[in-house]
């Protein structure tokens, strides 16, 4: 019983939810006593590499511009997978398994789900598998039927593999694009962590009284390594860019941590981002909402209490390394 | 231009989460739904930009029972035409996406358009599945359409920026912030709401591929332990030796 997991590259190399896809990959096939084959969609001189974290082979499609052409590129793996006699199909949950997973629901007639956080329960032909639901607030099993079950893995979901070796290619032929969907452009916000995949996120509010004052927001994101984002108030005013905006009508993130600064904690921001693991909470009003859903807070002035975290995280580095 | 919106019944944000049966049901006691956010802000209004620039008409569908038809009756009132019910109760993604395109596929229409989720489950399932029935191109979480002849040019989120693209008509899309901006329903169009056609219709044989299967409330948070606002260097001693996450 194998499983076929999906990849693409990115500037020739690999993100890390797509690694935890292949590891996860592995497990599900060990789980079943079977293979797990890796298709790699992209541009890289390694695409051997996910052996490292799980594949056992890769198919490799050298190719770009193509993950947009969301009926091309189901068609491609739905292939692959009936090939392989592939009885799971793993992706990781991003922009490009929005596009395709429920494409490979349909065509291969079997059950998926999207943001998967653990290895699923085996149930004779169905798969149980659990995915966060309504905003963090619980976790919802769902069980899924057909030959070739289609599931997109959350990230930081699940430990990676990385005891592997590079595994052996077969390079695909490419297929001619429908030519429906043509990529004019990809504008990438450079010089930054995404948001949408930082495992650390470091996240302000109006209480920072004023755009020009983001420089200490700044700081501590650049000490820790992690994204920046802001409330809807904050967005909406145009303080910082939409697409830094957590929240139910922005973006939901699940980081490792989250260092909300001066941010109440509305219901709609906080459906945003119960996901993350840890919840850290700097504000100086004791009553704010936030605190309640928060792991760690700290009340007081964020304009006194910023700068100290990012000397203190200073400090802690240079004893670490 | 015929265009489609796939409208959902979500529970509010705001309401409590509960279940019942031994955790296997959502219980919807006292919970209040309403249409589901992005549907009616980005999918909806979308569509009525485009027809009042380009004519046509914009048809809603909702695969969901008769005490949804006040939601449906919303979205005729902030504009829609028309509005197609599919009297089920879909329990996932898939159930309800292959409901719409059994009623949908013999219509034609020139543009599919969904919000990128429901805000309950956020699976963003239903589109590409539609798509797939229905073989048309699928766009997610698109934040900018603009339509030229048989052709749309279409923003779509990716992480950490955008892509423009330009997808040949019939397909469907996903509608993300940006897209358009929502619309309150006024007293004129509540009233016209009330005579346009809401026509019901039977649903077709599926298979369970998709079953809920119960549901877990996560354990319940420690509470917040207050670390002193002049000890930083006590806050990151606890996020690195007890969280674990330095």
């Given amino acids: 019983m194998s499983v076929l997991v999906f990849i693409e590259t990115f500037q020739g190399g690999f993100k890390k939810p797509a690694l935890e896809a292949v590891s996860y990959g592995h497990a599900l096939s060990r789980l079943m006593q079977g293979q797990c084959q890796v298709l790699v969609y992209g541009k890289t001189d390694q695409p051997g590499l996910p052996g490292r974290h799980g594949a056992d082979s890769v198919l490799y499609l050298d190719d770009e511009d193509g993950l947009a052409d969301t009926a091309w590129l189901s068609g491609i793996i739905a292939r692959e997978a009936a090939k392989f006699g592939a009885k799971a199909l793993i992706l990781a949950q991003n922009s490009t398994s929005r596009g395709i997973l429920g494409r490979l629901a349909v065509s291969l007639k079997s059950g998926c789900a999207s943001g998967v956080t653990s290895l699923p329960e085996i149930k004779e032909d169905r798969m149980e598998v659990s995915r966060s639901a309504f905003a963090g607030k619980a976790s919802a099993r769902l069980s899924l039927g057909g030959p070739c079950k289609v599931l997109s893995i959350a990230s930081n979901a699940v430990l990676m593999k990385t005891d592997g070796q590079d595994a052996p290619v077969e390079v695909l032929t490419r297929p001619e694009p429908s030519g429906k969907v043509k990529v004019l452009e990809t504008k990438r916000i450079s010089g930054e962590i995404p948001l949408a995949e930082a495992e650390r996120v470091v996240s302000a509010g109006r209480g920072m009284k004023e755009p020009g004052n983001w420089g200490i927001i700044e700081d501590l994101a650049h000490e820790l390594g992690a994204a920046t984002a802001c409330s809807r108030p904050v967005a909406d005013s145009g303080w910082r860019p939409h697409h830094e905006h957590v929240g139910q009508t922005g973006l939901a993130i699940k980081p490792n941590l989250y260092i909300a600064i001066g941010i109440s904690g509305a219901i709609q921001h906080l459906a945003g981002v119960n996901n993350s693991k840890v919840i850290v909470v700097i504000n100086k009003d004791p009553e704010a909402p936030f605190f309640k859903a928060a792991d760690y807070g700290v009340c007081g002035d964020l304009f006194e209490v910023v700068p100290r975290l990012t000397a203190a995280v200073k400090r802690y580095k240079e004893q670490h390394h | ?246």
């Fill in chain 2, 1 to 246: 231009m015929k265009i489609l919106v796939c409208i959902s019944v979500t529970p509010d944000t705001t309401s409590r989460v509960s279940f019942k049966n031994d955790n296997r049901e959502y219980n919807p006691d006292g919970v209040q739904f309403i249409l589901n956010p992005y549907d009616e802000w980005y999918a909806l209004v979308k569509a009525l930009e485009i027809r009042e620039k380009s004519g046509g008409s914009v048809t809603v569908i909702h695969a969901g029972p008769v005490q949804h038809e006040p939601m449906i009756r919303k979205a005729l009132a902030i504009g829609a035409d028309e509005a197609i019910r599919i009297d089920v109760r879909p329990d996932s993604s898939h159930a309800a996406a292959l409901q719409i395109a059994a009623a949908v596929k013999d219509q034609a229409f020139d543009l599919i358009l969904t919000g990128k989720e429901t805000i309950d489950y956020q699976g963003a399932e239903l589109g590409a599945m539609l798509a797939e029935w229905l073989a048309l191109p699928f766009v997610p979480f698109a934040s900018k359409l603009d339509l030229e002849g048989s052709r749309a040019i279409i923003e779509r989120d990716i992480e950490g920026g955008v892509q423009v693209l330009e997808v040949q008509l019939p397909a469907v899309v996903s509608g993300a912030k940006g897209l358009a901006e929502q619309r309150i329903p006024n007293m004129k169009g509540i009233m016209a709401a009330k005579s346009k056609p809401l026509s019901v219709r039977d649903g077709v044989p599926g298979e369970d591929l998709i079953l809920p299967a119960g549901f877990t409330l996560p354990p319940p948070k420690q509470g917040v332990r207050m670390v002193a606002p002049e000890d930083m260097d006590q806050l990151v001693r606890i996020l690195h030796e007890e969280a674990r996450v330095l």
